[in-house]
């Protein structure tokens, strides 16, 4: 049995939960290195990819890893810096209100992916100010790896 795709409620929780009081090259650092430590446990064949206000501070390609992880990335990246939310979120938001991402919006599926795997980084009394990204896993487990990920470093 599939595992069901988090609520639209659960998934708003982690965005409010999972804010940074400032965000540096450091932590881009810090969190882009903890996300690899985190695939190569468990032999996750992804790209990784943190940007903050459109700099890129942090991107690699792991073992199995494909060009085409970074079309994901980008694309979903974009759905992120579009929308403010979560790429799943805005995935869920549109199923919940009974229709799909790509009929809700019209956007260009080769510019954009409503797809798991693409968080905002946001700066608590801020707002988003970067996107951190996996590609490479089931859309869902992209998500999760993201914000286990960052669960773990900010509550550390």
Known sequence: MTEPFPS???????????????????????????LVAAAR???????????????????????GATPDNWSWIERKSRVVHRFGHAS????????????TFEAEFGLDPQRYAAHGGAFPLLVRDVGPVGVVAVSGLPQLDDHRMVTGVLREHLHR
């Open 88 to 99: 799943l979120y805005v995935r869920q938001a549109s199923i919940e209100r009974g229709t």
């Open 8 to 34: 639209l409620p659960q998934l708003a929780a982690d965005e409010e939960d999972l804010q940074f009081t400032s965000f540096t090259n450091e932590d881009a650092w810090e969190l882009g290195s903890a």
């Open 41 to 63: 446990r468990d032999a996750a064949p992804v790209a990784v990819e943190i940007t903050r206000n459109g700099h890129r501070l942090f991107a690699v390609a792991l073992t």
